[in-house]
């Protein structure tokens, strides 16, 4: 799994994919999971950086500013709103809060407005703060918290995602010339626990792919260490010519898991296995409208569900962009990218309003 990769292709119609996207979007900026579905922070941010990949820069800055709207005084978001108002049984989620930073950064990365990310500092710095201030004495973050209750069991794949949050967030505050040493020990600890202490988090959740990739897809494992990690679960989870399994036990594929396999397979540089990932799920998709079959089961080619999410066709937008490097913001996750640490001296495009998209 080291080929170079020589030609590059995808059968991925992104601007059809992202046109699925933008008809979920709400006049409010709010992006649910489907036409009728639920909401939450974490997609919602993921969609919203499905947009940017696909040049609709307003639409995302208005899904980016109803995240600061409805942001808790807190620095939180509940995790699940439905009609715009949050779902009864909704808690606060640590990793759905922290990933506004990705996002944020990510538009930045593509369009270089930096009047837009000094408008969306407060709620990066404050989410971030909250995040932080769950983190436990080893270095693990708390998951949940419910009124004054806080569920101090951690997942593996939304520390990682976490990870790679305080990552954006660090860059976004030297950007603007801010001091955060308390996220940046975080971000240390956290990765430190991560790598060395295992046991630290919900080994429950073994059995679903996210915590075999996200480690790597989040740059913590890099190197010989995440080719290791590839290598030791690659039967578990990916049917070659079909796609990965949501879970190692279940006959189940899902476009969602394929595409981030394919991104932590371009992060960690190995561009020829990620490039086969992708083939593997470019026909399953609804041709007429770009959108992306959140699943099929395997070896039936049953559709399921039959919701196709926001999310999904997000993240495949976010794959095609690492492979084909569509946007300025197509190094983002790569493991050579966050490794520097002078953010300062990053290259974007000056800010350019994007031309208006029927």
Known sequence: ???PLKKAYSNIDVESTAKFILSIQKDSGEIPWSESGKTDPWDHVESAMGLTVGGYWENAKKAYLWSLQTQLP???????YEQGKPQKKAYKDS????YIAVGVFHYYMVTGDYSFLRIMWPT????????????????QISW??????????SLLTGSSSIHISLLCGLRIASLLGKQKPHWEMAKVKLANAIKFKPYLFDQSKSRFSMDWYYPILCGILRGKEAQKRIEESWDRFAIPGWGIRCVSDKPWLTMAESAELTMALAAMGDLYTANQVLSWIQNKRDSHNGAIWTGITYPDRIIYPEERTSWTAAAVLLAVDMLYKLTPASQLFSHNFLEYKKTTTLQVKPFVEAPPKS
């Open 124 to 139: 990066v710095c404050n989410a971030l703060d909250y995040v932080v201030g769950l983190q436990q004495e080893e270095g």
């Open 144 to 153: 949940a918290q419910r009124g004054k209750r806080i569920y101090k069991k």
């Open 1 to 3: 799994m080291s080929k």
């Open 74 to 80: 807190d620095g939180s978001w509940w995790s699940c």
């Open 95 to 98: 990793n759905m809060t922290a």
